[in-house]
């Protein structure tokens, strides 16, 4: 899988639990000569994947270290590969609650074998965290850990892979929670669009159904059905066990020998081939369904059937899916979206798997716009013709998807899972070398070939999801394809992060802060602005001003159109974005260190001279009214959206982000420019991180705060105050799952002290191997997301408790969570306990501070807020010195359940 749509990412990778995992599918052949001996032979360093070593241990397993040093970690990963699409019919979704299963009990029989919730418990308490994920060709199990415990991380992961336990009650209790996460894909109307095309496109073959399965066969999984399952997949030859971070490669081949050498292969593997095109009736004449649902929002997605990965046209059909709607600067999102005003948002991408692979073009608009808007994109499908592209789109296509394989190796996670991908499924790092080697060659001719060859359509599937009674029919859009793009046509158509001594922070003469935070790692640099101010220099009438003007400042200067700026971007493979925030207003970028001078003076020129253009402001404001909709569309993001008005009675601390739609409608260039005056005027924190030029990026910030000038009455930070205790219940009809929030008032930031042991607190109660989670989870399978949370300001702050949970299923969740936090209140944690919430914290630190972009932003939010550039640091380093009952008697003090807030989302 080279590039996918976002949206389509969830439903390709099912993950046990809320993490990121990289994708990449199939192994040129799975039987493999045996090697005749250990041995490490790191590649030559001209090769591609220099740097990386791989031994094949006698057994066929494969073993792939990556010795990096940027930050004191190591993540650890076997791939096994086996997926939802090695399962028969009744098997679907074997492969995920084996992955879920893993999490509750591993290890051989004996005082060492780790029971329910002791396999995140071990990783946790070490400072580490660990997941799994399932997609169609393969399962990987990993962890992260610190550096010292990569022998433990190693030891767990093989235990997970190798060994679960299958405890038959605790299967019947882990089946609720899958079913669970089930049906909240179904509150998803992207899941639902793709296990909708999913169906349609792969009729007849083991990619048919979703990864997760069905209700029925979910239920239907035994443990010995998930010993038959693994017993001919889960073989040494089957899986490569990868490690990146700061290790030794002989000592973690030793350590590998040592845990997995002695384990034999069972039986033969037979290489998988590709799926034939299906044969059924109707195969070559398009296929569209439409499913009405509770959405407010329509959801289209039209399908091609697309090679697998491996594929040398694939280079060519990625850089056709950049051009038509990679980015902002594509044909169908600047004449829909940009242009036309048709769509929320429109793209296009491709997902390749093993044997098969989907391009894919995906759109969410009003459903009464849809008549004009599917007649206008086929149109547009059938005219597009490869000839007509410009060398500019061709060189920034090559650009951005360079960019994005370039920037997956920026985290030992990411980095991790590419070259995993690689040697398991890609033929080593050779492969990407030819991939991008095709991206560089290929021409208009070759692109005008394979638009003929797949966007075809005679095999368009397309899946559309209506708002109830929104009257859209399959007949009348099949009948308007057929007439506007007949079959036909279609011949002319970073230092290391823990290392606080690299990092210099520079007083400017007008009294904003420069901060420099080299790191060497990537030849890019990230940038990220902060101001005090924010939501905090509004009236109420203005709710939402900020998330505007915000939007407003990157589309377009008094010099260069909105298009222009997304060209001048895209060009450079750079990145540049704003945001409002409740206290703070900011400006991130993150570019190529060679477009650092060309990127710098974009900024300055957005920051000191914005259009405010009427145009813009008009599509501005339609996009921010959209979003308040999409918002009210899903149970989580409605929740949050009225959370602030629930618990605070000032401003800002009550507003809603986005505003209210009367009106943000009302508003007016003038108030946008009005804000961005006082705003800009603020003093301001420049922190840079990456490879860069000192003295360009202080000239920059020098200039920059004496073109903006600086108010000489800066803004203060508000002390909120807090609604009355309150229950509230909001409604979402047509929906299945219940979203229930306890939420404990607690003191803000400028209490350090409180901070570190609510930390503790919070650390303790959540994560898989937490106390919320072992208890409402795995013990009374009550919901797939059940955690704990934190958020502050710099006066105020609260505790939450979340779960997920089907409606019958609340008033036992509810008790939960009351006895949870009567428990914590009267009985200090164990030392196991309190050293795993520690270790959590420490872990956290450094897993979170990985991506250039966010050090960066945060020294600059913690300083415009007065902090301390490193007071997250600071926090970890005094909650290593907080006692089990300083832990009791924060729980105490804030966890008082008769002064706690009750939000509910019901259907």
């Known amino acids: 899988m080279r590039r996918t749509l976002s949206w389509l990412a969830p439903a390709l990778v099912l993950l046990c639990a809320a993490s990121a995992l990289a994708a990449g599918k199939k192994p040129a052949a799975l039987k493999r000569p045996p090697a005749p001996a250990i041995s490490v032979a790191p590649l030559s360093e001209e090769a591609p994947g220099a740097g990386n070593t791989l031994v094949r241990l006698k057994n066929g397993m494969g073993v792939l270290v990556r010795e990096d040093d940027r930050f004191p970690l190591v993540n650890i990963r076997i791939l096994v590969h086996a997926g939802s699409a090695y399962e028969t019919p009744p098997q679907a979704g074997i492969s995920h609650v084996l992955e879920h299963m893993v999490f509750k009990g591993a290890g051989s029989p004996g005082p060492d074998q780790m029971g329910p919730g002791e396999v995140a418990r071990r990783i946790e308490a070490a400072g580490g965290s660990l997941n799994a994920g399932t997609s169609f060709d393969h399962t990987t199990y990993y962890v992260e850990v610190p550096e010292q415990a990569w022998r433990l991380g190693l030891s767990t992961v093989v235990d997970m892979t190798l060994r679960p336990t299958l405890d038959p009650k605790e299967l019947e209790s882990e089946k609720e929670v899958v079913l669970a996460e089930l049906k909240r894909g179904e509150d998803s109307p992207d899941t639902m669009l793709f296990h909708t095309v999913q169906r349609l496109l792969w009729k007849g073959t083991s990619y048919e159904w979703p990864v997760i399965g069905y209700t029925d066969t979910v239920r239907a999984v035994t443990s010995q059905s998930m010993r038959d399952y693994i017993a001919p997949l889960y073989q040494p030859q089957n899986m490569l066990l990868c490690v990146v971070g700061r290790v030794k490669t002989a000592e973690v081949v030793a350590e590998a020998e040592r845990l997995l050498g002695g384990l034999a292969n069972t039986r033969p593997l037979t290489p998988p081939t590709p799926f034939a095109a299906p044969k059924a009736p109707g195969a070559d004449a398009p296929r569209l369904v439409v499913l009405p649902g509770p959405w407010n929002k329509l959801h289209l997605a039209l399908a091609f059937p697309a090679p697998d990965f491996l594929s040398a046209k694939m280079a060519g059909l990625d850089v056709l899916a950049q051009i038509l ?50 007649d206008g994109l086929l149109a547009e499908l059938a005219a597009f013709n490869p000839e007509d592209i410009t060398d500019q789109e061709l060189a920034r296509a090559r650009a951005n998807i360079e960019a994005g394989l370039f920037l997956s190796r920026e985290t030992l996670a990411g980095l991790a899972g590419k070259i995993s991908h690689q040697y398991a499924f890609e033929n080593g790092p050779q492969g990407e070398a030819n991939y991008l080697q095709g991206v560089a060659a290929v021409d208009r001719a070759q692109l005008s070939a394979l638009y003929r060859e797949f966007f075809r359509p005679e095999k368009l599937v397309a899946a559309v999801l209506s708002p109830k009674g929104a009257g859209v029919e399959a007949g009348p859009l099949l009948a308007a394809l057929k007439k506007r793009w007949p079959a036909a046509t279609q011949a002319r158509a970073e230092a290391q992060a823990g290392d606080a001594s690299a990092v210099r922070q520079v007083a400017l003469p007008g009294g904003g802060t420069l901060v420099l935070q080299p790191d060497p790692t990537l030849p890019y640099a990230a940038l990220s602005l902060a101001w005090p101010g924010g939501d905090g220099l509004l009236e109420p009438s203005e709710q939402g001003l900020g998330t505007l003007t915000a939007s407003l400042l990157t589309r377009g200067t008094t010099k260069r159109s909105a298009n222009q700026v997304e060209d001048f971007l895209s060009d450079r493979a750079a990145s540049l974005g704003a945001g409002a925030g409740t206290e703070t207003f900011s400006v991130n970028a993150k570019f190529p260190t060679r477009f650092s001078a060309d990127v710098l003076g974009l900024v300055r020129e957005i920051l000191t001279s914005p259009a405010f253009a009427k145009k813009e402001l008009a599509r501005a404001k339609e996009d921010q009214l959209n979003g308040i909709k999409r918002n009210e569309d899903q149970p989580i993001s409605l929740l949050f959206r009225n959370l602030p008005g629930i618990l605070f009675g000032t401003a800002p601390h009550n507003f809603k982000r986005l505003g209210l739609a009367e009106d943000v409608a009302r508003m007016t260039g003038a108030q946008a420019r009005e804000f961005w005056a006082r705003q800009s005027r603020q003093r301001f924190v420049l922190s840079v991180c990456g490879q860069f030029d000192e003295a360009e990026v202080t000239a920059f910030a020098t200039a920059l705060e004496k073109a903006l000038g600086v108010a000489q009455q800066g803004y203060a930070i508000k002390t909120p105050t807090w609604n009355p205790k309150a229950g509230r219940t909001l409604t979402l009809k047509g929906r299945k799952q219940s979203h229930l929030l306890v939420v404990f008032p607690s003191p803000g930031r400028a209490d350090q002290e409180a901070s570190a042991r609510l930390a503790v607190l919070r650390a303790a109660l959540a994560g898989q191997s937490g106390m919320l989670f072992r208890d409402l989870r795995d013990r009374q399978g009550l919901g797939y997301t059940v955690t704990a949370f934190m958020a502050q300001s710099k006066f105020a702050g609260y505790m939450a408790f979340y779960i997920a949970s089907d409606p019958d299923k609340i008033p036992q969740a509810l008790e939960g969570f009351r006895k949870a936090a ?69 729980a105490e003090a804030v966890l008082k359940w008769d002064e706690a807030f009750v939000v509910q989302v019901q259907p």
């Open 822 to 890: 009567q428990d914590i209140r009267g009985t200090a944690l164990p030392a196991a306990e309190l050293t795993r919430a520690k270790n959590i914290l420490s872990g956290e630190y450094y897993q979170d501070r990985q991506s250039l972009l966010s050090r960066s932003g945060e020294a600059a939010a913690a300083l415009a807020q007065g902090y301390d550039r490193d007071i997250e640091r600071q926090l970890v380093e005094q909650a290593q010195k907080v006692s089990a009952e300083d832990v009791r008697r924060a």
């Open 325 to 374: 709607g990679g980015d902002n600067t594509s044909r169908l999102h600047r004449r829909f979206k940009y242009d036309k005003r048709m769509v929320d948002a429109i793209s296009v991408g491709s997902s390749n798997l093993e044997r098969s692979g989907v391009l894919m073009v995906g759109a969410v608009l009003d459903a009464d716009k849809l008549p004009a808007f599917w």
